[in-house]
């Protein structure tokens, strides 16, 4: 049977007959068919079983792939919409199946059905007709859309290079067939996909100039060109392509979606009115209703100011947002709104709209982003920095690299902003709490007195609207009913029922994502406030609302306000030293990072006013002649040079302007630490070692750069190494490695240690035993332990009790301690304490090793038994060396 029953549905009677007939002309002619024939029979036999057997089934699979991935797409309106919607990779994997169903068939097509055999010709002179089907490579012409279907269920799957080799061959197999052409077009948009845009461009642009291209494939062409200036958000040019291919699409789906691409394309580049013409053209499509929602959206937006159309349209938009079936899009709407109003200038309406958009957004994490930076943008255009700072670290929430393309510059803003807003917060706040430190007891307590009414006020009004917003939440998600309608639910509180609690959950991952359990968990900056400013005691209240015994303070007692107030003059120094680093550092941020030098010059009057001989002062004045120098205003930049350079002569500041040679001489000084250093550098490539280590020591008395010490010691080495000082060159290296592990002469160094211990390990044991004495002292007459080192694997725990059992038999009126600790990662260490001196010890010891018992269930591969002094066990703790104690112990206590 060439075709299954579930197809038969889809074939018109006529073609059931055709069919029919071919089958049962295949039939009697099946014993002539094999693939090693050319014959008319061979050909057409292996034609229609290979398209209706084969890759129909195949062809269906990879259509219904394809329509998975279209019916799953989910397009973000607040871009350029894409001109193809195979760019989601986990649309890609869900369809997986399909596309790896339409490869086996496409290629059992290939492996049973490929006539590559030349047929038989009956004449010797051949026309060109014939010439050229003698010459083809394949004779069944669903072999090579095979092919093709094999390269695209590639492509869509994302196996971009598979999909190339496949449309590669083609190209080259089929060189004379029109098919070549498909694999053309197909192998374009791989390079566009694979980043390829030039190959892609060049590629392109030979088939928009080949004469033989075909008229079917022209919308597919244009569409791809499209896509390509798209991707590269040529906007301007992506029109004409698009346009040329909306006039050759096949789909109702296609032509709405590139219709409202041009409108999107238009309002980009500036004509908003023939944007707007094709936004309603989308509307008149009946398209669905999210894309007709987003069409009157991008309309309402084109309106031009002044014109009688936007009060109607600002009359639909308000129509809409009280539809319920709007409630999803609620955010686009005010977001809209928020648009059209700012076009007309009206800029506070604006910002309340765009608040409203952001406050709404749940679901559509880039648009809640877009309406809190639209709200920051606009207070810093005015510019209210303090506002702006909170709304952009409420956008930095939801603002990723992504997404937004600008994303250093928001999240660079934002932290500007941020630090400058906390820095002017801290100069008001330490202000309030001064004023507040000189009130009497009575004032103060009645003015704190009325900052706990008022917290507990809006306690209750925020405890009151938490109830309605959860109430109305599990209306509208449905968590009420099934509260009701479970019957496991009943009399169960809304945390205590496990569905409930887990849906409630999977929202707020969805709104929020996965967020730290911390107060202000939903801000970048905990220290900036997103709602209105309350008073800066209760701020302060907020931030050291906890005792120093860890007990916390309630934010109704007077406790918990009277904290952090300075009641004392050290305390008003500390907040004043407040003061003064932060009026310093917001004049620094609006000079250097928001240009706003009229802002910057008023923190810093305010810094000299207030704190006249500051550290900062220097660095102000400096920085206001620079300011009032950039504005053309000579005589108050003039003053406050002669301020600088009279207060502060010899100052860093004052020298740069007073001394027009002074940056000079100081990059001359900073440049001779490197001229020293390859002087050193120079005597070692002469040759000339002696000098070398001579320089090298010099110059490490003075140098305080790391970097060069580093240099230095391992010139010194180098040096050492040539005059054949194996143990100073050994010192130097370990110095190298002790004192610099992370530089770069470290690893050479440690290679070199390596060599030198394998090739003359006795220089290893005299340097061992020369640290050794410099670590430990031999004091016989000094408390003792005696210590038992096992590997890191062994049981401690195991060895601690055989230790105590041992101690209770043998010594039982000895008040013996017996501990255990790691001695790095490899060893520990079992002490028992203490001893009055080294003879004590080592007599415990001899006792000691006399038990085999000792050892029972403790699992130790090696040990070590000894006896170290109170103070050589702490210099071991710290050198963690056990095989250099060990050098120090056989030369100085008897051998057990």
Same mark, same amino acid.
């Given at each position: 049977m060439f075709f299954r029953n579930s197809r038969q549905a889809q074939l018109s009677g006529t073609e059931l007959q055709t069919i029919a007939f071919a089958v049962s002309l295949s039939l009697l002619f099946l014993p002539s068919?094999?693939?090693?024939?050319?014959?008319?029979?061979?050909?057409?036999?292996?034609?229609?079983?290979?398209?209706?057997?084969?890759?129909?089934?195949? =062809?269906?699979?990879?259509?219904?792939?394809v329509n998975k991935i279209r019916k799953g797409y989910k397009d973000d309106f607040t871009r350029v919409l894409p001109v193809f919607t195979w760019d989601d990779e986990n649309l890609a994997r869900s369809a997986a199946g399909d *596309?790896?169903?339409?490869?086996?068939?496409?290629?059992?097509?290939?492996? $049973?059905?490929?006539?590559?055999?030349?047929?038989?010709?009956?004449?010797?002179?051949?026309?060109?007709?014939?010439?050229?089907?003698? =010459?083809?490579?394949?004779?069944?012409?669903?072999?090579?859309?095979?092919?093709?279907?094999?390269?695209?269920?590639?492509?869509?799957?994302?196996?971009?290079?598979?999909?190339?080799?496949?449309?590669?061959?083609?190209? #080259?197999?089929?060189?004379?067939? !029109?098919?070549?052409?498909?694999?053309?077009?197909?192998?374009?948009?791989?390079?566009?996909?694979?980043?390829?845009?030039n190959e892609a461009k060049k590629l392109m642009d030979a088939l928009s100039n080949e004469p033989a291209f075909p008229d079917r494939l022209t919308g597919d062409l244009q569409a791809t060109l499209a896509h390509y200036y798209l991707r590269n958000e040529q906007y301007a040019e992506a029109a004409l392509p698009l346009e040329k291919a909306l006039n050759e699409a096949r789909t109702k789906t296609d032509r709405y979606r590139w219709t409202f691409i041009l409108g999107q394309i238009y309002t980009l580049t500036g004509d908003p009115d023939k944007a707007n013409k094709y936004f309603a053209r989308v509307v008149k499509m009946n398209p669905p209703y999210e894309v007709t929602f987003n069409a009157r959206i991008n309309m309402a937006s084109n309106v031009k100011e002044g014109t009688g159309a936007a009060a109607s349209i600002r009359r639909e938009l308000l129509k809409l947002a009280n539809d319920q079936k709007n409630k999803e899009y609620l955010d686009q709407i005010y977001y809209a709104l928020g648009n059209l109003s700012l076009r007309q200038k009206d800029t506070a309406e604006a910002i309340s709209f765009y608040a409203r958009s952001a406050q709404v957004s749940t679901t559509n994490n880039r648009q809640k982003a877009l309406s809190y930076l639209s709200v920051a943008d606009?207070?810093?255009?005015?510019?209210?920095?303090?506002?702006?700072?909170?709304?952009?670290?409420?956008?930095?929430?939801?603002?990723?690299?992504?997404? *937004?393309?600008?994303?250093?510059?928001?999240?660079?803003?934002?932290?500007?902003?941020?630090?400058?807003?906390?820095?002017?917060?801290?100069?008001?706040?330490?202000?309030?709490? &001064?004023?507040?430190?000189?009130?009497?007891?009575?004032?103060?307590?009645?003015?704190? +007195?009325?900052?706990?009414?008022?917290?507990?006020? @809006?306690?209750?009004?925020?405890?009151?609207?938490?109830? !309605?917003?959860?109430?109305? +939440?599990?209306?509208?998600?449905?968590?009420? &009913?099934?509260? $009701?309608?479970?019957?496991?639910?009943?009399?169960?509180?809304?945390?205590?029922?496990? =569905?409930?609690?887990?849906?409630?959950?999977?929202?707020?991952r969805r709104k929020w994502g996965n967020r730290k359990l911390e107060d202000n968990w939903r801000r970048l900056n905990k220290g900036v406030s997103t709602g209105p400013a309350e008073s800066n005691l209760a701020e302060s209240g907020r931030n050291g609302g906890q005792e120093e015994s860890g007990k916390a303070l309630s934010n109704k007692s007077r406790e918990y306000y009277l904290k952090d107030i300075p009641f004392t003059d050290s305390l008003r120094e500390i907040s004043n030293k407040r003061i003064e680093e932060a009026l310093?550092?917001?004049?620094?941020?609006?000079?250097? @990072?928001?240009?706003?030098?009229? $802002?910057?010059?008023?923190?810093?009057?305010?810094?000299?006013?207030?704190?006249?001989?500051?550290?900062?002062?220097?660095?102000?004045?400096?920085?206001?002649?620079?300011?009032?120098?950039?504005?053309?205003?000579?005589?108050?930049? /003039?003053?406050?040079?002669?301020?600088?350079?009279?207060?502060?002569?010899?100052?860093?500041?004052?020298?740069?302007?007073?001394?027009?040679?002074?940056?000079?001489?100081?990059?001359?000084? &900073?440049?001779?630490?490197?001229?020293?250093?390859?002087?050193?550098?120079n005597n070692y490539l002469q040759e000339r070692y002696p000098e070398v280590v001579a320089g090298a020591t010099r110059s490490l008395r003075d140098e305080k750069d790391t970097s060069l010490v580093a240099k230095y010691l391992y010139l010194k080495a180098l040096a050492f190494a040539r005059l054949n000082e194996r143990d100073s060159l050994r010192s130097t290296l370990n110095t190298i490695l002790a004192s610099f592990p992370a530089s770069e002469p470290a690893s050479n160094a440690r290679i070199m240690i390596d060599f030198m211990d394998n090739k003359y390990p006795e220089i290893k044991e005299?340097?061992?035993?020369?640290?050794?004495?410099?670590?430990?002292?031999?004091?016989?007459?000094?408390?003792?332990?005696?210590?038992?080192?096992?590997?890191?694997?062994?049981? /401690? =725990?195991?060895?601690?009790?055989?230790?105590? #059992?041992?101690?209770?038999?043998?010594?039982?009126?000895?008040?013996?301690?017996?501990?255990?600790?790691?001695?790095?990662?490899?060893?520990?260490?079992?002490?028992?304490?203490?001893?009055?001196?080294?003879? +004590?010890?080592?007599?415990?010891?001899?006792?000691? $090793?006399?038990?085999?018992?000792?050892?029972?269930?403790?699992?130790?591969?090696?040990?070590?038994l000894f006896v170290i002094s109170e103070t050589n066990l702490a210099a071991l703790r710290k050198d963690m060396n056990i095989d250099r104690y060990l050098r120090f112990y056989t030369n100085h206590y008897p051998l057990q």
């Amino acid at each position: 049977m060439f075709f299954r029953n579930s197809r038969q549905a889809q074939l018109s009677g006529t073609e059931l007959q055709t069919i029919a007939f071919a089958v049962s002309l295949s039939l009697l002619f099946l014993p002539s068919c094999s693939t090693q024939k050319n014959t008319w029979m061979s050909r057409h036999f292996h034609a229609l079983t290979a398209h209706y057997n084969i890759y129909f089934n195949g =062809n269906e699979s990879f259509k219904q792939g394809v329509n998975k991935i279209r019916k799953g797409y989910k397009d973000d309106f607040t871009r350029v919409l894409p001109v193809f919607t195979w760019d989601d990779e986990n649309l890609a994997r869900s369809a997986a199946g399909d *596309f790896d169903r339409a490869t086996k068939k496409a290629s059992k097509v290939i492996a $049973l059905h490929s006539i590559k055999v030349k047929p038989s010709m009956k004449r010797e002179v051949l026309s060109e007709k014939e010439k050229a089907f003698y =010459n083809k490579n394949e004779y069944n012409p669903w072999v090579e859309k095979a092919y093709l279907l094999i390269g695209k269920s590639h492509f869509y799957q994302k196996n971009y290079k598979l999909a190339q080799e496949t449309f590669r061959f083609m190209i #080259n197999q089929f060189g004379e067939e !029109e098919i070549r052409f498909d694999a053309l077009v197909w192998l374009a948009r791989v390079y566009i996909e694979t980043g390829e845009t030039n190959e892609a461009k060049k590629l392109m642009d030979a088939l928009s100039n080949e004469p033989a291209f075909p008229d079917r494939l022209t919308g597919d062409l244009q569409a791809t060109l499209a896509h390509y200036y798209l991707r590269n958000e040529q906007y301007a040019e992506a029109a004409l392509p698009l346009e040329k291919a909306l006039n050759e699409a096949r789909t109702k789906t296609d032509r709405y979606r590139w219709t409202f691409i041009l409108g999107q394309i238009y309002t980009l580049t500036g004509d908003p009115d023939k944007a707007n013409k094709y936004f309603a053209r989308v509307v008149k499509m009946n398209p669905p209703y999210e894309v007709t929602f987003n069409a009157r959206i991008n309309m309402a937006s084109n309106v031009k100011e002044g014109t009688g159309a936007a009060a109607s349209i600002r009359r639909e938009l308000l129509k809409l947002a009280n539809d319920q079936k709007n409630k999803e899009y609620l955010d686009q709407i005010y977001y809209a709104l928020g648009n059209l109003s700012l076009r007309q200038k009206d800029t506070a309406e604006a910002i309340s709209f765009y608040a409203r958009s952001a406050q709404v957004s749940t679901t559509n994490n880039r648009q809640k982003a877009l309406s809190y930076l639209s709200v920051a943008d606009l207070y810093f255009s005015r510019p209210d920095y303090i506002a702006a700072a909170a709304y952009y670290d409420s956008a930095s929430s939801f603002v990723d690299r992504r997404n *937004f393309k600008n994303y250093d510059q928001i999240m660079a803003r934002a932290q500007n902003l941020i630090e400058l807003a906390r820095n002017i917060q801290t100069v008001q706040r330490e202000d309030s709490l &001064q004023r507040l430190s000189y009130m009497s007891k009575e004032d103060l307590n009645a003015f704190i +007195d009325k900052i706990i009414e008022s917290v507990v006020r @809006k306690e209750a009004e925020e405890r009151q609207k938490m109830a !309605e917003q959860m109430l109305a +939440d599990q209306i509208n998600t449905g968590y009420g &009913q099934q509260v $009701l309608q479970d019957p496991t639910a009943a009399g169960q509180w809304y945390f205590y029922n496990p =569905n409930i609690r887990t849906q409630g959950e999977m929202e707020f991952r969805r709104k929020w994502g996965n967020r730290k359990l911390e107060d202000n968990w939903r801000r970048l900056n905990k220290g900036v406030s997103t709602g209105p400013a309350e008073s800066n005691l209760a701020e302060s209240g907020r931030n050291g609302g906890q005792e120093e015994s860890g007990k916390a303070l309630s934010n109704k007692s007077r406790e918990y306000y009277l904290k952090d107030i300075p009641f004392t003059d050290s305390l008003r120094e500390i907040s004043n030293k407040r003061i003064e680093e932060a009026l310093f550092n917001a004049g620094t941020l609006y000079f250097e @990072k928001l240009n706003e030098p009229l $802002l910057s010059a008023g923190s810093y009057r305010e810094l000299i006013r207030r704190f006249p001989g500051s550290t900062y002062e220097p660095q102000a004045l400096y920085n206001l002649y620079s300011i009032f120098s950039g504005l053309g205003k000579t005589a108050d930049a /003039m003053t406050y040079r002669n301020m600088l350079t009279a207060k502060y002569p010899d100052n860093y500041y004052a020298r740069v302007l007073t001394d027009p040679e002074y940056i000079d001489h100081l990059r001359e000084e &900073q440049q001779k630490p490197v001229r020293r250093y390859l002087e050193v550098y120079n005597n070692y490539l002469q040759e000339r070692y002696p000098e070398v280590v001579a320089g090298a020591t010099r110059s490490l008395r003075d140098e305080k750069d790391t970097s060069l010490v580093a240099k230095y010691l391992y010139l010194k080495a180098l040096a050492f190494a040539r005059l054949n000082e194996r143990d100073s060159l050994r010192s130097t290296l370990n110095t190298i490695l002790a004192s610099f592990p992370a530089s770069e002469p470290a690893s050479n160094a440690r290679i070199m240690i390596d060599f030198m211990d394998n090739k003359y390990p006795e220089i290893k044991e005299k340097a061992e035993e020369k640290t050794a004495a410099e670590i430990y002292a031999y004091s016989p007459g000094e408390n003792h332990y005696t210590a038992i080192v096992i590997p890191a694997s062994a049981n /401690m =725990n195991q060895l601690i009790f055989n230790l105590i #059992n041992f101690n209770l038999d043998q010594f039982p009126k000895l008040s013996l301690n017996v501990q255990g600790e790691n001695l790095g990662k490899d060893v520990q260490i079992v002490t028992i304490k203490i001893f009055s001196g080294s003879s +004590d010890a080592l007599a415990y010891l001899g006792h000691l $090793l006399k038990d085999p018992g000792i050892f029972r269930d403790v699992n130790a591969a090696s040990s070590y038994l000894f006896v170290i002094s109170e103070t050589n066990l702490a210099a071991l703790r710290k050198d963690m060396n056990i095989d250099r104690y060990l050098r120090f112990y056989t030369n100085h206590y008897p051998l057990q």
